[in-house]
């Protein structure tokens, strides 16, 4: 069928439709309503669609369409849930399962006929983890099913006045009930509203007399101290002290005054500047038993090795870059034949932090600085010769966080996951060794379609492509238990030994046929252009990025392929 999208941006979850919906063989086109209805209009006038699919709509749809078209609206909430704010309310209210219900757009919100509706268990993570992994399982099939029916045509979608459909009106939660009582909230309370407002819009709070947003929220074992108070900083984090104990806070960010530019998220302990309490770090390798904040961790089982990370949004500063190296480089020096990459679940790695970049004195020398972190950990996993490593990722990538994992000897991927592995739409050529890292998997002709074409991939198309060795068909919260049990059988696979024997030859060719250090210049030297040229694109789309504003500078892309002609986001 044609399908036209209609989505508020070009979100994880609309990308997720777009691929799996291209992948069973629909034609979809995409057309974002920020550009107002006469674009959508348009849009729908030039792909003349069977079906719009609304995946991630944050305004209504023209009246005109909904009249005229079946339109589709993906909402994040079980059948007869009402409003915007649904998943911060399933967090909220503590609901042990929620679900995503497709229903047929009409005048009062979420008010549609049903069409398909899929629940999922509500695991204790932060809003956007949830709704990236999770709700976008359950979104993605609910799509799927939703289409199939709509084609066979003979299915009849459920009215909403059906007396088994219990409808309820949950207003948006504002950020009076988000509120946290330092005094009087427990830990448990605290990380509940962290949670539900994690990543947007953040808890509004205040911290030494500055107005902040509270992005992001961990449990802390032992640290103690009057609550409220801010007890200790780690990797960028604070530590601040509840009613019982204390929690981890990764991401703060001021709240805007009057006439200032849009203030954007930044690791905690930057935005507090010499305010910030003293470091408190921990081993790399934590005890069993401690249940505090890290994001890097290195456990060891037998003969595999798990190198753990965990970067908010995905995005690797100079600092987080540069302690995972610290960290691989100490992984290398333990006695394991197989090094396993990845956090537990969600987003794998989205590149060079832009937000850090965004807010340095001088973005283009910190880009420039970022970058070079960033290929010098890439290089390290190139350059490994003496194990089988592995990128297991359980959530999304893109950028030079997919070339990350493809430095890797095997990519695994959990079913679901999207990946970009391209730079355009930030304006950049990219680097990573991705001049090396994706023909070598791909061929040379899908990289060029890749990294002009700027789409998303699911995960199974990658694997179609070669730039994934494996998927991994588990729920995201099983997803860490299944890569111990897969990296197990890894390490005992007969052939293991031959493998990596054969890598040193394998690098010494391809080394020979053309230098790493040569793809390292040659992409560096178009980066260095692009970053120190005040006019390239990047620094406008970057600045639009971080704050979260529709860039107007940016151009369109690829015409013939690009579903969307404006901002990144
Ligand atoms: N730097 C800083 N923050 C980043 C980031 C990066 N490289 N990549 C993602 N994020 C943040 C986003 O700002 C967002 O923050 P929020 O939760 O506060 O809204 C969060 O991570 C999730 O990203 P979002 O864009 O909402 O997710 P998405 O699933 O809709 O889109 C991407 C995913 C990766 C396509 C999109 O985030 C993107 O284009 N990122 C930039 C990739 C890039 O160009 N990297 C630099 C070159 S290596």
């Known amino acids: 069928m044609d399908i036209l999208l209609v989505a508020s941006a070009f979100n994880s979850l609309t990308q997720r439709v777009y691929a799996e919906l291209t992948d069973h063989g629909h034609r979809v086109d995409a057309v974002l309503a920020s550009h107002g209805p006469d674009a959508v209009r348009a849009a729908v006038t030039r792909a003349r669609p069977d079906l719009i699919i609304a995946p991630m709509l944050k305004t209504a749809l023209p009246e005109d369409l909904w009249r005229e078209h079946t339109c589709l609206i993906v909402h994040p909430g079980p059948e007869g849930d009402r409003g915007p704010s649904s998943l911060d309310w399933a967090i909220a209210e503590q609901a042990p399962h929620w679900g995503v219900t497709v229903l047929r757009a009409e005048a009062a919100m979420d008010a549609g006929d049903i069409w398909a509706s899929v629940p999922f268990r509500t695991e204790q993570v932060g809003k956007s983890d949830l709704y990236r992994n999770e709700a976008s399982d359950a979104a993605a099939a609910a799509v799927l099913l939703a289409v199939r029916r709509f084609e066979e045509g003979s299915f009849k979608p459920r009215p909403q006045s059906d007396p088994e459909v219990r409808v309820v009106w949950r207003d948006a939660l504002r950020q009076t009930r988000r509120r946290i009582d330092w005094a009087a909230d427990s830990t448990a309370t605290v990380l509940r509203k962290l949670r539900g407002a994690d990543s947007q819009p953040g808890v509004l709070d205040e911290i030494l007399g500055r107005e902040v947003f509270l992005h992001g929220g961990h449990p802390e074992d032992r640290l103690r101290g009057r609550p409220g108070d ?268 031959r493998r990596i024997e054969a890598k040193a030859a394998a690098r010494a060719r391809d080394e020979a046929a053309r230098p790493l250090a040569d793809h390292r210049s040659a992409e560096l030297a178009r980066m260095h252009a692009i970053f120190f040229d005040p006019r390239a694109d990047y620094h406008a789309l970057r600045s639009a990025f971080v704050r979260k504003v529709p860039s107007g500078t940016a151009r369109p892309l690829a015409p013939a392929a690009d579903p969307l002609t404006a901002s990144p986001r």
């Open 230 to 497: 801010l007890l200790a900083t780690r990797a960028g984090a604070v530590c601040r002290a509840t009613s019982d104990g204390a929690v981890w806070i990764p991401e703060l960010r001021p709240r805007k005054n009057s006439g200032d530019p849009a203030p954007f998220k930044r690791p905690a302990a930057s935005v507090l500047g010499p305010d910030a309490p003293g470091e408190e770090p921990v081993p790399l390798e934590l005890p069993a038993g401690r249940r505090t904040w890290t994001d890097i961790r290195y456990r060891q089982h037998g003969d595999t090795g798990f190198l753990a990370f965990s970067f908010p949004g995905g995005a690797m500063s100079t600092d987080h870059c540069r302690r995972l190296l610290a960290a691989y480089r100490h992984a290398l020096t333990r006695p394991t034949s197989v090094l396993v990459l990845g956090g537990a679940r969600d987003f794998f790695s989205n590149g060079i932090h832009l937000n850090v970049i965004e807010a340095a004195p001088d973005p283009a020398a910190e880009s420039w600085t970022n970058l070079n972190a960033m290929n010098d950990l890439v290089e390290a996993v190139l350059r490994t010769t003496d194990r089988l490593v592995v990128a297991a990722l359980g959530g999304n990538a893109a950028a030079g966080g997919v070339m990350l994992a493809l430095a890797a000897d095997e990519v695994w991927c959990r079913t679901g996951t999207v990946l970009n592995p391209h730079y355009r739409r930030m304006g950049l050529y990219g680097s990573e060794y991705w001049t090396y890292s994706l023909p070598r998997r791909a061929g040379e002709r899908a990289a060029e379609r890749l990294t002009t074409e700027a789409l998303p991939v699911s995960a199974a198309t990658a694997h179609r492509l070669g730039l994934v060795d494996r998927l991994v068909p588990a729920p995201a919260a099983e997803f860490a238990a299944e890569v111990d049990r897969l990296a197990a059988e890894l390490s005992r696979a007969p052939g293991l030994g």
